[in-house]
Nanobody
Framework: QVQLVESGGGLVQAGGSLRLSCAAS????????MGWDRQAPGERRELVAT???????NYADSVKGRFTISRDNAKNTVYLQMNSLKPEDTAVYYC???????????WGQGTQVTVSS
C-alpha cells in the first residue's frame, strides 16, 4: 500500500524559510509527478508546485520566485524549499503523487506550516 509521509512543517516568522520533505513507501512504483497542495482554514485546497519525472516544474503564481520544488526519483522523495515566507502561506501542506503506470493519485496526511507576522 502506497504511503506518502511529509515532514518539515512548523512555525516560522515572516521572511523565514522552511523545507518540506515527502517520502513515498509501500511498494514498487514510480511517480509520474509529485508535488504539493495546501489548504488554509476556510479556503479551498490549492496547488502549490509540481515536478514531473522528466524534470519539468510548475508553480502557483503566489509562490513563484520564493518556493522551489525538487525531487529525488531514485528515492521517490519530493522536497519543497520555501523562502521569504509570508503569513498568507500559513496552511496545511499536502504531498501528492501520481503513479506513472496506473495514474492513481495519492496524498499524505499533511503538515502544518504557520507563518507569524
Amino acid at each position: 500500500q502506497v504511503q506518502l509521509v511529509e515532514s518539515g512543517g512548523g512555525l516560522v516568522q515572516a521572511g523565514g524559510s522552511l523545507r518540506l520533505s515527502c517520502a513515498a513507501s509501500g511498494g514498487t512504483f514510480s511517480f509520474r509527478s509529485m508535488g504539493w497542495d495546501r489548504q488554509a482554514p476556510g479556503e479551498r485546497r490549492e496547488l502549490v508546485a509540481t515536478a514531473s519525472d522528466g524534470g519539468s516544474t510548475n508553480y502557483a503564481d503566489s509562490v513563484k520566485g520564493r518556493f522551489t520544488i525538487s525531487r529525488d526519483n531514485a528515492k521517490n522523495t519530493v522536497y519543497l524549499q520555501m523562502n521569504s515566507l509570508k503569513p498568507e502561506d500559513t496552511a496545511v501542506y499536502y504531498c501528492k503523487g501520481v503513479q506513472a503506470l496506473t495514474l492513481n493519485a495519492y496524498w499524505g496526511q499533511g503538515t502544518q506550516v504557520t507563518v507569524s507576522s
